[in-house]
């Protein structure tokens, strides 16, 4: 099994006010993936947003997503596809859907088949090619901010568990309003970083995946960030997603285990084998013990708390 690499790390901005005036409010190691090293989300003293600082530099941000990571989302159908469809629809019913980060096309081809004029953007190129050749699908491999979007174009934008990993988010942002027709929308997914699941969990809390979400949103941040780029609020929605609290519970008894051993997770998990272990393990609990947790996650997306959270918003005309 191949080792991971060691990344450069740089310091970076405050992405949301351009500032260098962060505390660290939590660290970590790659539970996921095992690449080597210890991560820290600082939180910006100015306007609160949180982000990974020192973060990868661009050149090395191919090696935190090792090949398998990318493979699960070609070989597995979400299962999540229907209900995101029947989500969309309530906001725009028809017309051309640019999904942004569309992994191996599996909702853009069911989107299409419900009557949509459906395009694509995806980073990774065999996910890309699976979307082009076994759906025949409009996906252009590369980051957003190389895309060629044209302007006024889409009436819906949606972005489900990207927009956390993004370096440039706000440059993004406003690539996409430009994109969007007037009356458009945008939206946009991201883990809830604010959530009472959060502060209870710290660093085991699953929806870190540290070093890939550069990202730690609020949904008072992500809100003013879209404000910023020019979009008008429209809703936000607190998700119930119960596999994730299972999931956080399982990483808290394994680090557990490992601090009374003495065995550092990065030094266990350094290699692409462990990978595939926990996908699996995250493919059993989503499919087998998220039930007997739904009414805890469904009283925390009440209490507007969820560990997730799904923001629309508009580009007024």
Not at 31 to 56: D, E, H, R, T, W
Not at 152 to 176: G, Q, R
Request: hydrophobic residues 45%; charged residues 20%; proline residues 5%.
């Amino acid at each position: 099994m191949g080792q991971f690499e060691r990344i450069d790390l740089k310091e970076v901005a405050c992405p949301l006010c351009g500032l260098h005036d962060g505390e660290i409010v939590l660290s970590a190691e790659d539970y996921l993936c095992g690449v080597p090293g210890i991560f820290s989300i600082q939180k910006c003293k100015a306007c609160g947003m949180c982000y990974l600082n020192p973060a990868p530099r661009a050149e090395d941000l191919y090696k935190i997503y090792p090949h398998i990571y990318h493979e699960g989302f070609i070989n597995q159908q979400p299962f999540w596809i229907k209900e995101r469809l029947a989500f969309i629809k309530t906001i725009s019913p028809g017309g051309r859907l640019l999904e942004v980060g569309c992994a191996a096309g599996h909702f853009l081809a069911r989107a299409g088949d419900a009557g949509y004029e459906v395009f694509g953007v995806e980073l990774d190129a065999a996910a890309g090619e699976y979307a082009r050749s076994n759906y025949n699908l409009n996906v252009e491999t590369g980051s957003v901010m190389e895309a060629e979007l044209p302007d006024s174009f889409f009436n819906l934008i949606v972005l489900f568990d990207v927009f956390e990993h993004l370096t440039e988010p706000v440059s993004c942002l406003k690539k996409l309003i430009a994109a969007l027709a007037g009356g458009g929308h945008i939206v946009i997914r991201v883990p809830n970083f604010s959530s009472r699941e959060a502060r209870l969990f710290k660093e085991n809390w699953y929806p870190l995946d540290l070093p890939r979400h550069l990202l730690h949103f609020s949904p008072g941040t992500l809100l003013r960030m879209l404000s910023g780029a020019g979009f008008s609020f429209v809703k936000i929605i607190y998700e119930v997603e119960p596999e994730i609290l299972v999931l956080s519970v399982i990483r808290y008894i394994y680090n557990m285990l490992d601090k009374k051993t003495g065995t550092s997770l990065a030094n266990k998990t350094g290699d692409s084998g462990h990978v595939t272990r926990r996908l699996r393990l995250k493919q059993f609990v989503t499919k087998s013990l998220a039930i007997p947790f739904f009414i805890p996650a469904k009283a925390l997306s009440l209490l507007k708390s969820s560990n997730m959270i799904t923001v629309v918003a508009r580009k007024m005309t």
